[in-house]
Structure formats: C-alpha cells, structure tokens
C-alpha cells in the first residue's frame, strides 16, 4: 500500500510541473453555485466586481466550493447531506474527478485544500455514530482517498486553515443528523457546537465551546483574517423569544467573544446567519442573514455593532478592495461600501449561500 509520505512526495513533484492557473480563465475572483431559470444547476467564476467570468453546469444543487490555489479547479460540493462532489477544470468545464462520499458517509458541502494544494480535506458525518470526521484526498492523484481523522465534535460544517499553516480549523455546528431523518436534530437535548484546531495529522490542539447557556448556538461558516484572528457565524437552534448573537471570533489561546447587535436589529436577523468575512484590511467583520434579509457590519477590533443593511434573501458574502460583495437568492450582486450600495442582477439566476473567495 502507498503510504501517505509517498502521495505526499508524488504531490509535490506534480505540483512542480506548470499547471494552468486562474489567469487563463478570465482571473475570477470568487465562486458561487446558484440555480438557473431552467432548474438547472451551475458554478459561476465571479469577478471582483460581480461580473460573470464562466459558468459550468452542475449535476445537483450546490452549496460551496473550493479553489485550488495554483490550477484552475474547483471542487464543488452538493447540499448536505450531499454524497458527491466534482472536480471541475475551470477552463472548460471538464470533470477532472468525481468525489463519492465513502460507504456511512456523507458531506456537509464544505472542503479546504492545503497549502501546498496537495491535500483536499474535507468535512463528513460517520452516519453509524454521527460523529464528524474529516476526509483527505490526493489532489495530484486523481483525488485518490488516502484517510480521514477526526473533526473533534459533531456535525462539522465548514472548514478551513490558518494562514501560511496547514492548521484546520473547523466549525462543528454541534448538531446530528441522518439523511434517513432529512435535516431534523437527533441531539437537540444534548447538542454543543465548538470550534476545533486540528493539525494534518488528526492531533487537536485546541476545542472551542460557548458558554452552556449558548450550547444550542450551532457554529457553522467561518473566515479566518491574515493573522489568524477566526470569525465564526452561528444558528440558534434553542428556545423561540431568545435572540443570543449570531458571530464570535477567537484566536488560539484566548477565550471566544461574541459580537451581537441592539435588540432591534438582532431580532431581524431570525436567529439566522448564513455567511460571515472580513473585510479586506481586517477593520470589519459582517454577516448576512438570509432568513432575516439583513447584513450586519461590525468593528473588528472593538466588536460594535456599526450598521445593517436590508436586502432580501441575501446570504453570499466576499471582501473586495471596496468593502463586500454580497449576493442574493433573488439573483442580485451587490457592492456595499462607504458609498451607496451598488446592487445588479442576473436575470434567472438565485445564488445560493455562500461567495468562495480565489487565492
């Protein structure tokens, strides 16, 4: 059996060779999957602005994506509790690999390459113990499954790394499910999301939880600022008339924050955030709220609360040198930044959740 060091080592040596890099296909910025008037299914190439770079055809509905940071491939993965994800060549549409979720397993619509882009890693649900684990796959061989370790928690959603480390950090929003039971809690009396520091190799430096009291706060998306700082956007799954805050940050070693808005404004949020980033300096933070048909925007440093936005359904969330991008379920792009929001939109296309940022 060829051991992990040897795809490593083969990884490496492919890695070397020249590939065809996001320059060739128009430099996009981000990706996002979104449904067509047909019914379709597709992932776009977005640019900075919200323009249009491709758009290839999807077998399913999709959730998010993930770029790899030299070739122009993308890896993306369908709805949880999805059971594939495809490997698609940028440039023209090619399906390079099919991921099948191994026997007892599914994904949760999240993955994030190594920093090296020789590893895939990927969030999963062990469907016989509804524990989380996290797959690997040799992106220089096929996308071959070399293993999985575990997530550090249940129902991990999204993933990513520290910046310059391989590092994961993982969001377990807490919760269990089975596809036999569609998206209902199984441990609603028990759940507890965290945020999990995960090297390579399985090993769990850190584990993360909120207060008992916010144990039903289920941790889900994530963006990681440049020097490590992680933000996390989080679902209530408690009691109805509680509307705790939806965003935490947290640097290894240090207790989490919570960073919540007035009343007011917290309870149009429906206790619902679907996308969180940073902007592109690391001044704000900000969240959306698809439900709520709300963004909120919040000083990174001091954690206040500076301001929201109305716009229906929008949930996908980017920085850009202006400010964000954010997109809608209604097919809207829009620019927010100091200015006025500038907003367009695709005719017969609703985004779904998530802006996957390029490079």
């Known amino acids: 059996m060829t051991t992990r060091r040897a795809f490593l080592a083969g990884a490496t040596a492919a890695l070397s060779l020249p590939v065809a890099g996001w320059a060739e296909v128009g430099d996009p910025a981000f990706l996002s999957a979104a449904r067509q008037a047909s019914g379709a299914y597709a992932l ?22 993930a770029a790899h940071p030299h070739r122009a491939e993308a890896v993306a993965f369908a709805r949880r509790p999805g059971f594939f994800a495809l490997v698609i060549d940028c440039r023209d549409g090619r399906v390079l690999a099919q991921l099948d979720a191994p026997s007892g397993r599914h994904f949760y619509g999240h993955g994030v390459f190594s920093r090296d882009g020789a590893l895939l890693f990927t969030t999963e649900n062990d469907l016989e113990t ?20 575990p997530s550090g928690g249940i129902g991990p959603h999204d993933i990513a790394r520290l910046p310059d480390s391989d590092l994961l950090v993982i969001a377990n929003g807490g919760i269990a499910t089975h596809p036999d039971s569609g998206r209902m809690p199984l441990n609603s009396a028990s759940m507890r999301g965290n945020l999990a520091y995960i090297s390579a190799d399985g090993a769990l430096v850190e584990r993360v939880e909120l207060d008992i009291g916010l144990r ?31 965003l935490l940050t947290h640097r290894l070693g240090d207790a ?31 969240i959306t709220s698809p439900r709520g048909g709300q963004l909120h925007r919040f000083d990174a440093a001091t954690g206040d609360f500076l301001s929201a936005t109305a716009m229906e359904d929008v949930c ?32 017969g296309v609703a985004w779904d959740n998530h802006l996957i940022a390029i490079g």
């Open 216 to 246: 039903q706060n289920s941790i889900r998306h994530l963006s990681l600022r440049a020097d490590g700082l992680v933000a996390a956007a989080m679902q209530w799954e408690g009691s109805a008339g509680r509307f705790p805050p939806l």
């Open 256 to 286: 989490p924050r919570l960073l919540g808005a007035p009343e007011g404004e917290q309870r149009r949020m429906r206790n619902y955030a679907g996308s969180v980033g940073f902007s592109r300096d690391g001044q704000f933070l900000a």
């Open 44 to 65: 776009y190439g977005l640019s900075a602005g919200g323009e249009v770079r491709f758009s290839l055809p999807l077998p399913a509905r999709g959730h998010a994506a």
């Open 130 to 149: 509804l524990e989380g684990r996290i797959g690997i796959w040799d992106a220089a061989n096929g996308y071959a499954r070399i293993g999985d370790i």
């Open 316 to 347: 996908g969330l980017a920085a850009t040198a202006q400010g964000f991008l954010v997109t809608t379920g209604l097919g809207h792009v829009a620019q927010l930044a100091d200015e006025p929001l500038t907003v367009t939109r695709l005719a």
